[in-house]
């Protein structure tokens, strides 16, 4: 969605009933944003530079999660 943030995204879908499981990627250790995400669909919360192993680890748990929602 034009101008707006993965967060804002993320709230957008939960508030129209939407729910599938959510990867945040980040450069910053942002707390509150983490929080905020943990309030939604939030499997996984990695920081950049990305490690393969954990970016496909948080995938899997996506997958995985996808089906108990």
Known sequence: MPEMNGLELQQHLISNGIRIPTILITAHADTAQQEQS????????LRKPLQDEA???AIDRAIGSSRNI
């Open 38 to 45: 943990h309030e939604g669909t939030l499997v996984a919360s």
């Open 55 to 57: 970016l496909f680890l």
